[in-house]
């Protein structure tokens, strides 16, 4: 995973229209140039997964492609790119959000969790290891976005019921498992992430 | 998909927006983005500027001021939902705020953008008219009956900013929807409310001009506060939307049941 001040390559940043120029190291340049427009790029913080990263971002960049093709980090998927199906869930600032409908830019400044976050060391986060153990996936392809939403609606609802779960779930669709066994496994997770909690 | 490019601008004042807004001509300020980005997405909007709110100090947040309750234009749907002060004093706003979209969507999207935009099934301005509402701008406030103009349409000017929401107090209020089941906007939604200034009844997503109130249902229920007062009262069929999901006929009818649950709800 390139992060860290240790990284300073320029990583291309393959985007549909080419290849453009993205700095991480924050010694370089304050304002790349994005070859195609020849426009300044905006250059932004994000501190992702705990690692700040300095980054000259194009204006139109969404923060999804950032993630995925600037920081490696293609654990968050993009589905629909219509804001409707919850797969590129991540949490901005501790919240849930899609980032296929949020521009890099405006993320400046904030801190992003991604599913590559989640984990602690080789221990897997209560939600991931309760996805696991109920089997709330097949393809898994809304897997990372379903967790990620599901981490943000429980994190302070100890008390969460089956109904909560679904209508905090309605932004992410899954089009294999029929949810039944996502609305267990988010449940149980609730459950875990609470009782570790307590336990502190 | 992608976005065609754009200069990014991100002022720290009102003013500074407004002057960056007038320089650019063909400029776009962004909120939540929950509506903007998705219409840029689409090519329905390529500005040339985007002019991001998120930088000016002091457009979000909920005050409690007398027998009102100001809400900045940048707060969050989500915050509006589980505001301590929105829930006691207008529950019904907290419930409508909690009812839009999803979680991802309420913790971006805010009420100005909601308002600027006036999506015809947006919840926000059901509540906006329903509870005799004012919006506050940058330059001036308007009241909610001068401020809806028809589809996607309001009294602002170009580049007019909406800076806070003031609702007043209402007595007793509720808001029932009818949700799309996929896109989770309103297919129909009524807000009622009885407070000082008498009974507002507001329908979203049903008329082909956007919200609108019903002043027979209103009328109706300023002489018997009950869901039999409105009873056979009725919206033209002929004046609602009619697509795929629901004819004009459905909307008209929902209209009519929707209002008398909100009515029976609060009565
Ligand atoms: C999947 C999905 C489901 C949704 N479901 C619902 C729903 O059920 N009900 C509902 O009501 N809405 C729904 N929405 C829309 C959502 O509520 C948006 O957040 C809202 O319509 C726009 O708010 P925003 O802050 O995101 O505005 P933006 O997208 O940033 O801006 C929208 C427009 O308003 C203008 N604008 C923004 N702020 C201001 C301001 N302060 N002053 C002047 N102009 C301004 C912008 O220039 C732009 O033209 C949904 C959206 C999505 C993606
Ligand atoms: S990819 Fe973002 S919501 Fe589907
Ligand atoms: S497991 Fe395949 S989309 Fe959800």
Redesign the pocket.
């Known amino acids: 995973m390139p992060s860290g001040p240790g990284v300073s390559a320029e990583l291309p940043l393959a985007s549909q229209n080419g290849t453009r120029t993205l700095r991480t190291d924050p010694k370089a340049a304050p304002h790349a140039i994005d070859q195609e427009t020849e426009r300044p790029m905006p250059e932004i913080t994000l501190t992702v997964n705990g690692t700040p990263q300095n980054l000259d971002v194009p204006a139109n960049a969404l923060l999804v492609d950032v993630l995925r093709d600037t920081l490696n980090l293609t654990g968050t998927h993009i589905g629909c790119d219509t804001?409707?199906c919850g797969a590129c869930t991540v949490h901005l600032d501790g919240r849930s959000a899609k980032s296929c409908?949020v521009l890099a830019v405006q993320a400046d400044g904030a801190h992003i969790t991604t599913i590559e976050g989640l984990q602690s060391g080789a221990t897997l986060h209560p939600m991931q290891e309760a996805f696991r153990k109920h089997h709330g996936l097949q393809c898994g392809f809304c897997t990372p976005g379903m967790i990620m939403a599901a981490v943000a609606l429980v994190e302070d609802k100890p008390e969460i019921d089956e109904a909560g779960v679904r209508h905090g779930l309605e932004?992410n669709l899954c089009r294999c498992t029929g949810y039944q066994n996502i609305v267990a496994a988010v449940l149980d997770g609730a459950r875990t992430m609470h009782s570790t909690k307590a336990g502190g | 998909m992608g976005i065609p490019t754009f200069d990014y601008i991100r002022p720290k004042s009102l003013g500074d927006a407004r002057k960056a807004y007038d320089a650019a001509g063909d400029a776009?300020?962004?909120?939540?983005?929950?509506?903007?980005?998705?219409v840029m997405k689409q090519r329905l909007a390529q500005p040339a500027s985007v002019i991001d709110?998120g930088g000016i100090a002091g457009l979000s947040g909920i005050q409690v001021e007398g027998k009102s309750l100001t809400i900045g234009?940048?707060t969050r749907?989500a915050d509006v939902a589980a505001s301590p002060d929105v829930r006691r004093l207008i529950p019904a706003l907290a419930h409508l705020a909690g009812?839009?979209?999803?979680p991802q969507?309420r913790n971006?999207?805010?009420m100005?953008?909601?308002l600027?935009?006036n999506?015809p099934s947006?919840?926000?301005p059901a509540a906006v008219l329903g509870l005799g509402a004012i919006v506050l701008t940058d330059s001036r406030s308007i009241a909610a009956d001068e401020f809806f103009d028809g589809l996607f349409t309001t009294s602002?000017e170009e580049s007019?900013?909406?800076r806070a929401i003031s609702f007043p107090v209402p007595e007793r209020a509720h808001y029932e929807k009818f949700?799309h089941p996929a896109?989770?906007?309103?297919l129909v939604g009524v807000m009622v409310s009885k407070g000082a200034e008498g009974v507002r009844v507001a329908a979203t997503g049903a008329g082909q001009t956007g919200v609108f109130r019903v002043p027979e249902m209103e009328a109706a229920l300023a002489k018997s506060f009950t869901a039999a007062a409105i009873e056979g009262i009725t919206v033209p069929a002929d004046d609602m939307i009619a697509d795929m999901h629901a004819s004009g006929a459905y909307r008209a009818q929902l209209v009519g049941v929707l209002a008398r649950r909100a009515v029976a709800a609060i009565s």
């Open positions: 804001s409707q409908t932004g | 776009r300020y962004i909120a939540g983005g929950q509506t903007l980005l998705p709110l234009a940048m749907h009812l839009i979209g999803d969507v971006r999207g805010t100005g953008g909601s600027a935009n999506d947006a919840d926000y602002l007019e900013i909406i949700a896109s989770r906007f309103a």
